[in-house]
Each structure stands twice: as structure tokens, then as C-alpha cells.
């Protein structure tokens, strides 16, 4: 099973609101990503969490709040967003630390959750 | 700070022509590279991941070959069919770049047409 579940798969919200995106593996990896995209460009980093702790943070804004409350979930808690945040917000997910030799660093990605607010 | 470039942005073929997609980055010292395929509007799918020490990786009617010491990679596309239309994204990751788990670096990707 190489999958990372995502919900929802889309999200439409207003800049008041408190929604959160979910992220599922059961690969055992220790390692778990988040990235934002916008249209027509490439993902970029925001967050990763290794063995359960946040490990980097991307200087993003305080209104995106991520959690990881055990080694297979991981959630983004939303608050508070603007309309520029819309995008497609993808999780990923590798093995735990990259210079073990067993560890080949590939990243599983899911399918996406598409945020629009409103 | 590494950077990835991929060439052509955009790239049209006719059905059955064999192709070739183009990545470049500017530091050698990567961990790995992977080549990605993403559908509009879709998640990012692995397709073939090529560890530093690795010269090429080959699954299917695709092949990709690293040089590290150039800086470069290739995707090479086989007998290509409508079904490969989509984007292709290149990333890097170094060992040495964001903490312990090394942050991937892609590149903008190309935009492959494939026409019946």
C-alpha cells in the first residue's frame, strides 16, 4: 500500500471560518509533509513533521496550524485565510531519516485537497 | 540554493514518437531525484525515483538517467500515447538542505500534448 489519503478532496470556505484537511498513510513512514501549490506552479514546502515533531516550518502564516497527533495523521487546521490562499494543498509522506541506507528519501504524495475562499 | 530547471515548458507530440524531457539543478550534492506526473487538478505520482549514487532507473516505457557531476537528468518517454499527456514535474533533495529530512526542490515542469 503506497497511498496517502487526503479529505476533503475539496473545500470551499469564508475568511471567518475554522476548517481542518486531513492526511492519512499507513506505509509507516515517519516523515510527513505539507505543500501548498497555486495554479500552474510547482508545489512548495510548508511544513514537515519527522518522527511526530515539527522539524521545518516555511515561515508560514500563523493562520495555518499543523498537527500531527500520532505517526499516521497529520492535519492542517485553517482559520481566519484569505482569498489568496486558494489553492491545492497536497500531503506527503517518506520514510523516517534520510541517511539510514534503507531509506530511499522517495516521497508519496495524495491526490490533494482544492481550498477556495471565499 | 539549489535550483531546478526543467526544459521545454511546454512540449506537443504526435502519438508513437519517442521523447525525451530535460532537468537540470545547480548543486551535486542531492540525496536523490524524483520524477513526478501530475493531471490537472491532481495529486503529484511518483514515477521514477534515482538515488545520488544511481545512474538511471527504468519502469516501463519510461527511463530516466542522472549525471550528477552535469547537473542534469532526462525522462526519457517511449512510444508515447495520449494517456501520457499531463505535467512532469523534476525535484531534487539534498541531505544538506532543511533540516535532517532535506527539503525537494522542483522544478516548474513540462507540459506534455500528446495528439492522436
Known amino acids: 500500500d503506497t497511498e496517502v489519503t487526503q479529505t476533503p478532496k475539496h473545500l470551499v470556505m469564508g475568511m471567518t471560518n475554522k476548517k481542518s484537511l486531513k492526511c492519512e498513510q499507513h506505509m509507516g513512514h515517519r516523515a510527513m509533509y505539507w505543500y501548498k501549490q497555486k495554479a500552474k506552479k510547482p508545489p512548495e514546502l510548508m511544513f514537515v513533521y519527522s518522527y511526530e515533531k515539527l522539524s521545518i516550518n516555511e515561515s508560514v502564516p500563523s493562520r495555518f496550524s499543523p498537527e500531527c497527533p500520532n505517526s499516521s495523521l497529520l492535519n492542517l487546521h485553517l482559520h481566519a485565510l484569505q482569498p489568496e490562499d486558494s489553492a491545492l494543498y497536497l500531503c506527503?509522506?517518506?520514510?523516517?531519516?534520510?541517511?539510514?541506507?534503507?531509506?530511499?528519501?522517495?516521497?508519496?504524495f495524495g491526490e490533494g485537497s482544492r481550498l477556495t475562499v471565499l | 540554493k539549489q535550483e531546478v530547471t526543467q526544459i521545454p515548458a511546454a512540449l506537443s507530440v504526435p502519438e508513437g514518437e519517442n521523447l525525451v524531457l530535460n532537468c537540470s539543478f545547480t548543486d551535486s550534492a542531492i540525496y536523490n531525484l524524483q520524477w513526478f506526473r501530475q493531471d490537472p487538478g491532481k495529486g503529484l505520482t511518483s514515477l521514477l525515483l534515482?538515488?545520488?549514487?544511481?545512474r538511471e532507473q527504468t519502469s516501463g516505457r519510461l527511463n530516466a538517467s542522472l549525471d550528477k557531476s552535469s547537473g542534469r537528468s532526462t525522462l526519457y518517454i517511449a512510444a508515447s500515447q495520449p494517456g501520457d499527456s499531463a505535467t512532469y514535474l523534476c525535484a531534487v533533495r539534498g541531505g544538506n538542505y532543511g533540516g535532517s529530512q532535506g527539503n525537494l526542490i522542483f522544478g516548474k515542469g513540462t507540459k506534455l500534448s500528446v495528439k492522436p
Open positions: 506527503a509522506s517518506s520514510q523516517g531519516i534520510l541517511r539510514r541506507s534503507s531509506n530511499t528519501g522517495e516521497l508519496f
Open positions: 534515482i538515488q545520488s549514487s544511481q
